[in-house]
């Protein structure tokens, strides 16, 4: 082969590692899009059971290891009966492995920057959770669980001026000490709800470009 040859071919292969590279870094992580679409479907159960049962309903996040629970990886689905006390409707369940709930945000059209850095480990905090009133619910006489809640009409109970409300799912490693390591800060997705019709979305970083 030619010098001329040789060039044009280490060009073209230049040109598809580079493509190859813009397209697996744009590519989200299987776990990362499973976990958003668990989320989805919880929070939907708990706006159907709001209206059904004509009453909150709410989806939890476990905040402490009790029952052999991660925290920030756990979560369930539970209503609120006439007495004021909480039953949970669908039993708790983690995350698939390596995602983990960051945090909530309001106006989610804002695109918030990752509050933490990468390989950073924290503890969790109810600081990184705005939540839906009440915003901490005591469900099993074990202590409050942070929350997304719904009223009886379907609406996603938002307190503030804030006109949606959502759960950031990101790319971390969440121990059963409750400490958790940011392992990505493009991998991630948000759930979110409005306040008015209670619509559920799943929406990736680049939607709010």
Same mark, same amino acid.
């Given at each position: 082969?030619?010098?001329?040859?040789? =060039?044009? /071919?280490?060009?073209?292969?230049?040109?598809?590692?580079?493509?190859?590279? =813009?397209? =697996? $870094?744009?590519? $989200?992580?299987?776990? @990362?899009?499973?976990a958003a679409?668990?989320? #989805?479907?919880?929070?939907?159960?708990?706006?159907?059971?709001a209206i059904?049962?004509?009453?909150?309903?709410?989806?939890?996040?476990?905040?402490?290891?009790?029952?052999?629970?991660?925290?920030?990886?756990?979560?369930?689905?539970?209503?609120?009966?006439?007495?004021?006390?909480?039953?949970?409707?669908?039993?708790?369940?983690? =995350?698939?492995?390596? #995602?983990?709930?960051? +945090?909530?945000?309001?106006?989610? @059209?804002?695109?918030?920057?990752?509050?933490?850095?990468?390989? +950073? /480990?924290?503890?969790?905090?109810?600081?990184?959770?705005?939540?839906?009133?009440?915003?901490?619910?005591?469900?099993?006489?074990?202590?409050?669980?942070?929350?997304?809640?719904?009223?009886?009409?379907?609406?996603?109970?938002?307190?503030?001026?804030?006109?949606? @409300?959502?759960?950031?799912?990101?790319?971390?490693?969440?121990?059963?000490?409750? *400490?958790?390591?940011?392992?990505?800060?493009?991998?991630?997705?948000?759930?979110?709800? *409005?306040? @008015?019709?209670?619509?559920?979305?799943?929406?990736?970083? +680049?939607?709010?470009?």
């Amino acid at each position: 082969m030619s010098l001329i040859e040789l =060039l044009v /071919v280490a060009a073209i292969i230049s040109m598809m590692a580079g493509l190859l590279a =813009l397209g =697996l $870094k744009g590519m $989200k992580s299987p776990a @990362i899009q499973g976990a958003a679409s668990q989320v #989805t479907s919880g929070l939907s159960l708990a706006r159907q059971l709001a209206i059904t049962k004509n009453t909150k309903a709410a989806l939890f996040i476990a905040m402490d290891t009790n029952n052999g629970r991660i925290p920030l990886r756990h979560w369930a689905v539970g209503y609120s009966n006439r007495t004021g006390n909480w039953t949970v409707a669908k039993k708790w369940e983690p =995350l698939p492995e390596g #995602t983990f709930f960051l +945090e909530s945000v309001t106006n989610t @059209i804002d695109n918030p920057p990752m509050p933490k850095a990468l390989g +950073e /480990v924290f503890v969790f905090s109810t600081n990184y959770f705005k939540g839906g009133t009440p915003g901490l619910i005591t469900i099993e006489s074990t202590g409050a669980y942070q929350c997304i809640t719904f009223s009886s009409d379907g609406a996603a109970a938002i307190t503030g001026n804030a006109t949606a @409300i959502a759960i950031r799912i990101a790319s971390g490693v969440a121990d059963t000490n409750g *400490d958790v390591t940011l392992t990505s800060t493009n991998q991630y997705y948000f759930v979110e709800t *409005d306040s @008015i019709v209670g619509r559920i979305r799943m929406r990736a970083p +680049e939607s709010y470009r």
